[in-house]
């Protein structure tokens, strides 16, 4: 089992980033049954990206979704990206005593989409050693549709069509996978992750979520998660993930753990998914290059 999805920082917390952190992961992890982990934290929560991006919401019309995505943005581009991945690599490497980690530690970065940019995006990121880059969707337009709980986030699912919310989400998700800047994608329905979604039938959207990510040889993160979410299920559904799987796409499996505690949640519980699906390994990776591991 690996947990391909980690953030050392809580929303909220700032760095710094310290190899110390990391090995207590890959400690928690070890501990509660996980071989391969990757620490992935947000590409935005860096200066760095906030150099190259900031200001990418200008673009939608609703201006008080610019502003909280804005100042979203503000709180959480403070740390410094060379700081992060020697962090990661300081604990991932074995030290000359003997005092090598538990298990191994991957390096790795949760990106978003940022239309029209990710080609810049993957200009910044070709100059460090990543193992893995996975692939987001949290902002439709300036609208991040997962932040519940701030009103002006709520106020556009009361607002909008959840059809029309499935199609835009669908949409990034082709526009992201086509532009092949991420290994993995994240998450991959997380259109549901408020607990609301489209009456009926769903298999439209899953069959294009499973196209985009075959076609352009990408895999999907089977997450624990939706779980801790309204959506109250594991992202992919199993309508979904039985689809990636007959279009032979591959999987990692993640906790999107932001703290300690919930490293590694969940892992038990995806196993009867995966083998419902019919999958029997999952894809690891070293820089970004996948390979098969156990299950
Ligand atoms: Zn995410
Ligand atoms: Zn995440």
Redesign the pocket.
Known sequence: MLDY?L?LLRHGEDGPYRAESVRAYAAAAAARGVEEICI?E?LFRFRQADRLLAGWWDADPDGRLRSQTAAYWAEHATGDLEQYVAAVLGAAAAIEDGDSPPIPIRLGL?VDHYPGRMGEVADLLAGWPFDLLLGSVHWLGAWGFDQMGDPVVDEQWERREVEAVWDAYVAAIEELAATRTADVL?HPDLAKVAGIVPAGDLAPWWDRLAKAAAENGVAAEVSSAGWRKPAAEAYPAAGLLARFRAAGVPVTTAS?AHELALVADGADRLRPLLAAAGYTELSGFERRHPSPRAV
Do not use: I, R, V
């Open positions: 999805h953030h992935t947000h949760e994240a999107d």
